[in-house]
Structures are given as C-alpha cells and as structure tokens.
C-alpha cells in the first residue's frame, strides 16, 4: 500500500520558518517527481515546487519563490519543504504529492500526481 506521510507542520510568526517533510512508502518512486501543494480554507488546491527523481529540476509557484526550497532524498523516499520568511498568507493544508512520467512543465498540475498524503496544517500568525 502506498503511503505519502507528511509531517512537521505547526504554528509559527510571521517571518519565521517550518521544514515539512514527506516520507513515501510502499513501491519505488524511482524516477518520479513528487511536489507539495497547498490549500488555505475557501481555496483552491494550488500548487507550491516540485522536484524530479535525478534532482536537477525544480519548479517553484512565483508566490514562494526565494522562500521556499523543496529538496529530497531519496535513499529515504523523502522530500522537503524548506519554509522561510512565511507570510500569514502561506497559511494552509500542506500536501505531498508523488508521480511518474510527468513533464517539467506539467509539475504544476494536480492531475498529473498518482499519490496523495493526507496534509498537514501550517498556521502563521501575524
């Protein structure tokens, strides 16, 4: 059974950081890409970086660009979203998302993802 399980949401200020993390289990993710996405209350789904298999492609939505880095290992099947200088604004559910054959210029699109975690929650006070 295949498992995407994210962790290390919380509360933080306003200018503060939070590293998520997300470990896959229960087939290889060799050769996907995995992304995060994120979702606030009332919204839609959107998405927020990705990154491929080899680790030389990463795509990053233009609101977290210079904030945000997202990073895996994948001796682990983990990946990382390194958050820094968050706004309130970034406040949302934070999913993991894995897939396969998917083009760098389809990383954005949720439909292109196989597998799902079920979020954690980021809240950013101001």
């Known amino acids: 059974q295949v498992q995407l399980a994210e962790s290390g949401g919380g509360l933080v200020q306003a200018g503060g950081s939070l590293r998520l993390s997300c470990a896959a289990s229960?087939?290889?993710?060799?050769?996907?890409?995995m992304a995060w996405f994120r979702q606030a209350p009332g919204e839609e789904r959107e998405f927020v970086a990705a990154?491929?298999?080899?680790?030389?492609?990463?795509v990053y939505a233009d609101s977290v660009k210079g904030r945000f880095t997202i990073s895996r290992d994948n001796a682990k099947n983990t990946v990382y979203l390194q958050m820094n200088s968050l706004k309130p604004e970034d406040a949302a559910v934070y999913y993991c998302?894995?897939?396969?054959?998917?083009?760098?210029?389809?990383?954005?699109?949720?439909?292109?993802?196989?597998?799902w975690g079920q979020g954690t929650q980021v809240t950013v006070s101001s």
């Open positions: 990154i491929n298999w080899r680790l030389d492609s990463t």
């Open positions: 229960g087939r290889t993710f060799s050769n996907s890409a």
């Open positions: 998302a894995a897939g396969f054959t998917i083009s760098t210029s389809s990383y954005s699109s949720e439909a292109r993802y196989n597998y």
